[in-house]
C-alpha cells in the first residue's frame, strides 16, 4: 500500500518568510512523529501526535515552530519566521497504536528546506 | 546530553565481511532498541527491533546483540554486500507511556566495497 509521503519534497525561502509542509500518514496509523535531520543535529524529535490526544510538543525548539493534525490524518508543520538554522530534512512518521503503544515507525521521503 | 552515542561514523567492509556497529544508552527506562538503514534522499527505514527482555535477534543477514547491564546495543550485519552501503542509525525510546518517540544516534556511514 501506499507509503507516508510528505509534499514539497524541496522548498526554498527567505530568511523571515513562514512555511508549511504537509504530510499524509499511512491510513490507519493512528500515531505521527514529525523529527529534524540536519547536519549539526542528526535526526531529533520535534512533535508526536496520538488520536485525539494533546500532542507532544516537547521536541519543538522554539515558538516559531507549531503543527497541527485536522481529522486526525494529515498534519502540516508550520515554521514561521523562518531562520537560516531552521536549514535541513523535516521527516514525518506514522505508526500503528496497539494496546495504547504506538509500533514500528514508518518515515516518509522528508521535505529538504533551505532558508536563503 | 546526548542520550544515544553511536560508533563508529564511519566503516568500510570488504563484501563478504561483517559490519559491526555500536551503541550505547544512558536512559535506563528506554524498554525498545531499533535499527533504521537510509540510503540517500530517502527517509529511514526500519530494519531491526529489540526490547530489552532478550540479548539477541536475528532477522536474515541482520542481528542485534544487547546488553542491558551495560546498557549497550549493537547491529550486526553478516556477508555484508555492496546494496548495504548506506547510513545506519540506533535509536531508542520509552515506548510503554512514552509515546515511543525516538532518539537516535548520530549515524554510520557503512561502504561495502568489492
Known amino acids: 500500500g501506499a507509503g507516508v509521503s510528505q509534499s514539497p519534497s524541496n522548498k526554498v525561502t527567505e530568511k523571515g518568510k513562514d512555511v508549511e509542509l504537509r504530510c499524509d500518514p499511512i491510513?490507519?496509523?493512528?500515531?505521527l512523529y514529525w523529527y529534524r535531520q540536519s547536519l549539526g543535529q542528526g535526526l531529533e524529535f520535534l512533535i508526536y501526535f496520538q488520536g485525539n490526544s494533546a500532542p507532544d510538543k516537547s521536541g519543538l525548539p522554539s515558538d516559531r515552530f507549531s503543527a497541527e493534525r485536522t481529522g486526525g490524518s494529515v498534519s502540516t508543520l508550520t515554521i514561521q519566521r523562518t531562520q537560516q538554522e531552521d536549514s535541513a530534512v523535516y521527516l514525518c512518521?506514522?505508526?500503528?497504536?496497539?494496546?495504547?503503544?504506538?509500533?514500528?515507525?514508518?518515515f516518509g521521503p522528508g521535505t529538504r528546506l533551505t532558508v536563503t | 546530553q546526548q542520550q544515544v552515542k553511536q560508533s563508529p561514523q564511519s566503516l568500510i567492509v570488504q563484501k563478504g565481511g561483517i559490519s559491526i556497529i555500536n551503541c550505547a544508552y544512558e536512559?535506563?527506562?528506554?524498554?525498545?532498541f531499533p535499527w533504521y538503514q537510509q540510503f540517500p534522499g530517502k527517509g529511514p527505514a526500519l530494519l531491526i527491533a529489540?526490547?530489552?527482555?532478550?540479548s539477541e535477534k536475528k532477522e536474515g543477514r541482520f542481528t542485534i546483540s544487547f546488553n542491558k547491564s551495560a546498557k549497550q546495543f549493537s547491529l550486526h550485519i553478516m556477508d555484508s554486500q555492496p546494496g548495504d552501503s548506506a547510513t545506519y542509525f540506533c535509536?531508542?525510546?520509552?515506548?510503554?507511556?512514552?509515546?515511543?518517540?525516538?532518539?537516535f544516534g548520530t549515524g554510520t556511514q557503512l561502504k561495502v566495497e568489492l
Open positions: 535509536a531508542a525510546s520509552k515506548k510503554t507511556g512514552g509515546g515511543n518517540k525516538l532518539t
Open positions: 491510513s490507519g496509523h493512528t500515531a
Open positions: 536512559n535506563t527506562a528506554f524498554d525498545y
Open positions: 512518521a506514522s505508526s500503528p497504536v496497539r494496546g495504547g503503544s504506538s509500533y514500528e515507525q514508518y
Open positions: 529489540i526490547r530489552p527482555d532478550v
